[in-house]
């Protein structure tokens, strides 16, 4: 199930809706992992024959998947650092016109909607999906280092080493939610990581 | 006279104003400049903001709004232009028959309900007639910021196109005429085909124009949010009716050619507003009862407030049927 209904939160958090073919002669679609299925469900023959897609399996194997829509352009990156200089390509080669749709991890959507938003999209112009693993892209308010991938709460910076409480505030302008250090106070009073969505205590 | 602005009940601030210049632009568009009665400097406005003015006709007293377009950056004075529009309720006409050089009126502090969105990378104007207005001011607040920007403007005949000699020869670039007896038609589709990413397109005029702008950009992609439209809307006559102010324990009559928002305040009754053209949403207000039906005019309540008899615009709104109650 590649699925997650985040709990709502405060206003900060981005909310992640269902993609859908809208009107227009350009699509361009970013997904990582299982991404993959919020385009296969879209993909129709007609948005498909206007459509590059860029895809980061990060292990997974639906590009084979992808690429039998017959999309206009597919490319397939290693790393979402990998793919991003054709992403700003095709993006300062657009015009008015181009439909944005991005779906997979937060981290992927947040950093290619940012892309977006330097070439002039509004945040809300950007379809986005979420699929797949519900991992964040952390930054430290401390030191300003970005942790990827980050599942547990709390976790450790792997820059400064501060123990960080995983916040759901929000930068659209780094694309990452905010670590803050959780014993400040009481340096080395750190409650046991859980899962960021795992019921229990809050911290 | 203090320079303090006046807090006169509703609407926004009054500014004490001498009419300086009335210029006759063609047929239908006359342009009124004015100044300040106590010589102070206007509060500074951004393109596309309008201003309520005033119009004491006998015991009739006429609010209408009309967008600034003089330049911002001049704040010695204000300028509007009015086009005479025969069949309306008769706020131009006072403004074309009544209004000279000297004449002694009110505005309001200029209220934006259409302003430039500066983080745009480029600013793309869609006129149609009258709708010229907020776009001269935008285009000289643009162009002291050397801003990146282009006209498309569309007028009936060549006589009728107003400030399209000063436009064209300012800017020969970036205005592009239209003139409808000569069947000169926007490629719109081509247009908004060809534009960068980050542009923002913005029209003002006639309903028909700005549908057709908003449907056309839509179907070929662009974003709703890169729309932005302010439509030329005055309250439209109708059928008298009466009305029950409960607050107030007064009931009215709404003459034919006022909006219920006028026949509130010729009754004595402080109402709020601001734009007096149906998009700013101060003059919400709740219906108590109603036996009748609505005719909605504005663009601030959506379908559904619509749909449910419970609010109305008064600026704009009018009704039909036997009664109405409102909490005002
Ligand atoms: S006064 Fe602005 S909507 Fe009525």
């Known amino acids: 199930m590649s699925k997650f209904e985040f709990p709502t939160s405060i206003i900060s958090r981005p909310v992640y809706g269902t ?3 809208r009107s227009g002669k350009h699509h361009l679609m970013i997904a990582d992992a299982e991404g993959a299925e919020a385009i296969l469900d879209v993909a129709t023959p007609d948005l498909m024959a206007n459509s590059h897609i860029i895809y980061i399996p990060l292990g997974t194997d639906y590009a084979d998947k992808l690429r039998a829509l017959s999309p206009a352009q597919f490319y397939v990156g290693p790393t979402y650092a990998a793919s991003v200089s054709r992403i700003r390509r095709v993006l300062e080669r657009s015009n008015m016109g181009l439909n944005i749709y ?80 959780i014993d400040a106070e009481d340096p080395g009073n750190v409650p046991a990581s859980k899962g960021i969505y795992a019921q229990g205590d809050e911290v | 006279m203090s320079t303090a602005p006046q807090k006169a009940k509703s609407g926004a601030e009054k500014l004490d104003v001498k009419v300086t210049a009335v210029v006759p632009l063609n047929e239908l568009v006359t342009r009124f400049e004015f100044q300040r009665r106590d010589g102070e400097l206007f509060p500074p406005f951004s393109g596309g903001a309008h201003t309520v003015v005033q119009m004491v006709d006998g015991d009739r007293t006429r609010l209408n709004p009309y967008s600034l377009m003089s330049d911002p950056a001049d704040r010695s004075r204000y300028a509007i232009s009015v086009r005479r529009d025969d069949e309306g309720r008769g706020g131009s006409l006072f403004m074309h028959r009544n209004v000279k050089v000297g004449d002694e009126m009110v505005v309001t502090y200029p209220v934006n309900l259409f302003s430039l969105d500066l983080r745009a990378k480029k600013h793309l ?8 207005t907020p776009f001269m001011a935008m285009i000289s607040q643009l162009e002291r910021t050397n801003g990146n920007w282009e006209l498309h403007y569309a007028c009936r ?37 060809g534009q960068p990413l980050g542009t923002n397109a913005y029209v003002c005029g006639p309903k028909g124009m700005i549908k057709w702008v908003h449907a056309t950009a839509s179907a070929a992609g662009w974003p709703d949010a890169n729309v932005l439209s302010e439509e ?63 005719v909605h005019r504005d663009h601030w309540l959506d379908d559904v407030e619509h749909a449910s ?3 109305i615009m ?15």
């Open chain 2, 125 to 132: 104007f869609f006129a149609g007639g009258i709708g010229i």
């Open chain 2, 232 to 294: 030329f809307m005055a309250p439209e006559p109708g059928a008298p009716f009466e009305v029950r102010l409960c607050q107030s324990d007064k009931t009215i009559t709404v003459g034919e050619n006022e909006s219920l928002l006028e026949a509130i305040e010729r009754a004595g009754v402080d109402a709020p507003y601001l734009c007096r053209g149906g998009s700013c949403g101060q003059c919400e207000t709740d219906v108590i009862s109603a036996d009748g039906e609505f």
């Open chain 2, 309 to 311: 008899g419970k609010k």
């Open chain 1, 19 to 21: 993609l859908k073919a």
């Open chain 1, 102 to 181: 991005l779906s997979g991890t937060e981290g992927l959507m947040g950093q290619a909607q940012n892309e977006a938003m330097q070439a002039g999209f509004a945040h809300s112009a950007i379809q986005t999906e979420h699929r797949g693993s519900i991992a964040r892209r952390m930054q430290c308010v401390h030191c300003k280092g970005i942790t990827e991938d980050v599942e547990m709460d709390p976790f450790v910076c792997s820059h400064c080493g501060l123990n960080l409480f995983v916040r759901d505030h929000y930068s659209r302008r780094w694309a990452a939610y905010q670590g803050v250090c």
């Open chain 2, 314 to 328: 008064p600026c704009v709104s009018r009704f039909i049927g036997k009664s109405l109650e409102l909490d005002r």
């Open chain 2, 157 to 193: 005949s060549k006589a009728l196109g107003s400030y399209v000699d000063e436009l064209t020869y300012k800017y020969p670039n970036k205005v592009h005429i239209y003139y409808d007896d000569q069947k000169q038609a926007m490629d719109l589709k081509q247009l908004l085909e």
